[in-house]
């Protein structure tokens, strides 16, 4: 690649870097453009997130949904459950230990 261009500094993906400026700069009369693979991650994020959420709002009703709140649902309600059977546990341990050291 770097013979085709004649760049001895190209790195992979200069090509696309150079074509989505060029096409962007043509399209928004916007010169100054430089490709930034940081915000264009970020804007596809947010595009996908929202996407998702609306989704997730179509088939739940809930008008209400972020994203993470499948997820943060789950996660109390398996803390719920793992501290209800922690405390039952340990209840009935020490309910046996008393009754091992109470009965004769």
Do not use: C, H
Not at 40 to 68: C, H, I, P, W
């Amino acid at each position: 690649v770097r013979k085709a261009t004649g760049n001895p500094s190209y790195k992979f993906g200069d090509i696309t870097k150079s074509a989505v400026e060029g096409t962007v700069k043509a399209v928004t009369r916007n010169e100054t453009y430089q490709f930034d693979m940081e915000d264009t991650v970020k804007t596809l994020e947010a595009d996908m997130t929202r996407q998702f959420e609306e989704q997730v709002r179509s088939v739940t009703g809930n008008t209400d949904y972020k994203f993470g709140d499948i997820t943060n649902s789950f996660l109390s309600s398996t803390d719920q459950l793992l501290t209800s059977w922690r405390d039952e546990s340990f209840n009935e341990f020490t309910r046996g230990i008393w009754r091992d050291k109470l009965t004769p």
